[in-house]
């Protein structure tokens, strides 16, 4: 009896550890999150010149736009044109609410017969006590930090109750080494946010920190975009097929937008 309250347990888990055991690993979508309020808000708020982002809820709270809504669609029109032996047999999704939603719209519309499962190590970066401020804010309310936060480049720089990017790596590390180590043959999607996927390919691809920062300073991740990597073998390195690719919006009419976060990335 024991044994079998353990295995119906497991059977319930979320997370990408119960959906890898199901999928394996030849194939990896990563998607980010359709324009979010929060995205619209930050980006007014930099326009504005003013120091606080008004987003109406925390940041894992925060809905898709009426524009992210229709790209995570779009994302699913797309995706549902994909042979049925090519498509993910697990999506994961980062539990805040944009990228949930924007997987559970997508698959929905593409009419897959998979269950989104969550995983908090997918979360987007934490920002502690700079959470809502500006580039402006950031340096008018906290100049110590601001001043910190430059000479030590972003992939370091850890804001008080917050992450660095290095942080974040760390945990998409454990998710990579239960694709590594788990079965072959099968392919996984991951519904992000825009740091996450800058640093999947950060350690997929083993970059350095200055061809990481370069990358981040010249590319900002599109909302519904689709990275691919691909390993035909199941086994060993990663190799990246596509990256932050958005046409599947423009060719339905559908808006792409951008919402880059702070560019400056590199430490000076």
Known sequence: ???????????DDDGLTQAVQEAGAVELLLIRHGESEGNVAA??????????????????????????RDQAKALGTAL????????????????????????????????????????????????????RLTRLGVESRYPEESERRDWLGKL?????GGESWADVALRLRSVLAE????????????????????????????????????????????NASVTRFVRPSGAGPWTLESFNVADHLAEQGIAVTEHAGDTSVRPQ
């Open 1 to 11: 009896m024991k044994d079998e309250r353990a295995a119906g347990a497991a059977a």
């Open 43 to 68: 980006t007014e708020a930099r326009e504005a010149g003013v120091e606080v982002i008004e987003v109406p809820a925390r940041d894992a709270d925060v809905n898709l736009s009426g524009t992210g």
């Open 80 to 131: 549902g044109r994909t042979a049925a032996e090519f498509r993910p047999d697990a999506v994961v999704s980062s539990p805040y609410a944009r990228a949930r939603q924007t997987a559970e719209i997508a698959v929905e519309t593409a009419g897959w017969p998979v269950q989104v499962r969550t995983d908090e190590r997918l979360r987007d970066r934490e920002l502690g006590i700079l959470d």
């Open 156 to 160: 370091y720089y850890r804001p008080p």
């Open 179 to 222: 694709l590594n180590n788990l079965g072959t043959g099968h392919r996984v999607m991951l519904v992000c946010h825009d740091a996450v996927i800058m640093l999947f390919r950060y350690v997929l691809e083993g970059l350095s920190e200055e061809e990481l920062l370069d990358l981040a300073a010249r590319e900002a991740i599109l």
